[in-house]
Each structure stands twice: as structure tokens, then as C-alpha cells.
């Protein structure tokens, strides 16, 4: 029975670390770019730069801890981690007075996040009962739901009303508490062979990436770049369509709509399979992003919140649980940074390309667009997994 059990302890405490974690992740990610503009009187693209090389770092730190985590030790990777996010916390403090020092800052703080939402997510995929691994990978994935929630909004109150130091004054205690909770955790360590320690020695591209994840994986990059599409261009198409009143309660909604449906899509997976959950979340964010594009009153965009809230959160947290699934236990630390790196180099890149697109076709034409993409990721996923789980 004991083996089933999803609400423990440590669970709640690795969700909670995550959650703290991202809600400090969130608050300078969305104010820097203000930041370096109005202290520094930095141009667009670099007051772009200062946020996005904070993902690069994170990007990077992801792609190495997977590596090493197992061998390290899942809880001396998290202490590092949240240890390294604090020490670069303070840092912002030291970086007043120079732009070019912001972004090295910028860089090693997205290094510490990196680390640490690996580690956590890590954890939790061998805490979770692997019977029960679509559901506690629902549970825990509402930790950065609520976060990403909460965090953004949180983040402008305090910059219209204090200033950037006390936004950083409060990522610092927000570090400091994840800190002092990550030593009340008891983290299940990797039980490494021989043979394990020495396949994982090396250079070769195996010990960056799980083979078993990256179809999975492949998938989540096209996925990223359509939820890329609406973090990042909502603000200025709400603007254009007259709609900016309504546009701010548009990622309530959205965080809302994952808030209820992930429970049930996590049982689903559970007890009816990945292709049950996965197949309906491309279609219901793909025809979220058509409503988007057509929206002209409120109550639309609410709509197409609420589908692309429950489209893509079922599809981040099913793709999570499915890439730990199909790894061996071993390598879950590896199998999760494959994932996750994958994931931000849709949401990285995503927003390059689909700028250039803006011009062309404008943001109605824009979620179109990005709309046929998801609808591309029905084929994909069948081709490279959806078909194999008939076969077994």
C-alpha cells in the first residue's frame, strides 16, 4: 500500500521547493528587460538579451546536471544548486553599475535555476509511485503553474510600487527558504552499478541525453515554440485588438484551466495511457490558438485561455511523466534535463522565428500559423510514439 502512496512528506516538500523556486524564477524574468532600459538605458535587443540569456544559462545548466546528477547525488545537486541561485542572487547588488556585468549576472543566476528545477523535477519523478506517475507529475507541474501564475503578477506590483532592489531583496528570501527546506527533504538516491558509473563516463552524446526521452522530446520543441507564441506576443496582440483590459486576466485563466484539468489528465494517463491524454491536449491548444487569432470581445479570449491552458498543461506534464517512463530508473535525472532542454529550446527559439512572421501575416495570422504547427505535432508524435504504444 505504502508503495502507492503519492501524498507524502517528502513529495510536498520537493513540490513546495520547486514552487518557491519558480516564483523567484519569475520575478526578475519579467521586470529585467524594464530594468536594463530604464537604469542602463539599454537599446531593445539588449534589454532583450538580459532576459534571455538568463534562459541560455539555465539551458546549459539543465543539458550538464543530467549528466551528473545521478552520480553526484540527487541532493548534493540540489544543495549546489539552490546554494549557487542564492550566492548569484546577491550578486544583482554588485551589477548596478554596468550592463555588461548584468548579463554575466543574468547568465549565472539562469545556471543556478538550471541546476535546481532539474534537480527538484528529478526527485520528484523517483518519489512519484511509478504507478502513479501521470498523477503526481500533474500534481507537482501545478507547483510552476501557480507559480507562473502568481509570480509575473507579483513581479509588477512590486516594481511599480518599490523598486528592483526590493524585488531582489525578495528572490533572496525566497532562496533562502527553499534552502532551509531542501535539508528537511529525503531524496531516493540513483543505485549505480559498475556498469551503470562506466556507461556514463565519457564525452559521448548518451551522457547528455536519454535516447529513450528524446522522441518525446522532439515533440516538446514544436510544443514549445506554440506556447512561446502566447507568453511572449499575448501582451502586444491584446493591444492591437483593443483588448488589453481583458488580455490581463488572460494567464489567470490559462493557469486556472491547467489548475483543474491536471488531476484528471494525470489519472487518465494512469490508467489509460499516454496516446488517451496526449492526442486530445494537440488538438484542444491547437483550436485554442484559432480561437485566439479570431477573438474580438472577452469572452473569446477567455475561451482560447482556457483550451490552451488545458492543451499545452496536459501536454507539458503528460510528456514529463511519459520521457521518465520510457527511461530506465537510473537515468531518470538524464531522461528529465533531456526534456526540459528540449522544451526551452522550442520556447527559446520560437520566439525568433515567429517575429519575423508578425510583419507578414500579423498576430491573427501569427496563431494560425502556430495553431498548424501543434496540429503537425499529431503526426509527429504518432510517427515517433503514439503507433508504438498499439504495437506493445
Known sequence: MNESKLWTRDFLLDTMIN?????????????????AADHFQASASEAGLASGIYIIGGLIARTLTGRVIDRIGRKKTLYFGLCFFLMTTLLYFCAKNSLMLLFLVRFLHGVGWGISATATATIIANIIPIKRLGEGTGYYALSVTVASAIGPLTAMLVIERASFDMMINLTLVLAIINLITAFLLKVPEAE???????????????????AKAVPISIVAIFMGIGVASVVQFLSSYVRAIDLADAGSFFFLVYAMAMLISRPFTGRWFDSKGENFVIYPSF???????????????????????ILTGVGFGTFASSAQALSVKLSPRHRTGLATSTYFSLLDIGAGIGPVFLGLLIPVTGFRGLYVSVAVIVLFCIVLYYFLHGRKVREE
Open 19 to 35: 514552487f518557491t523556486l519558480y516564483f523567484a524564477h519569475f520575478l526578475p524574468l519579467v521586470t529585467i528587460a524594464v530594468y
Open 192 to 210: 549505480l552499478t559498475k556498469n551503470h558509473l562506466d556507461e556514463m563516463k565519457g564525452w559521448k552524446l548518451d551522457n547528455f541525453f536519454e
Open 283 to 305: 488538438l484542444l491548444f491547437a483550436l485554442g490558438l484559432i480561437i485566439l487569432s479570431l477573438a474580438n470581445q472577452g469572452a473569446i479570449l477567455f475561451l482560447a485561455a
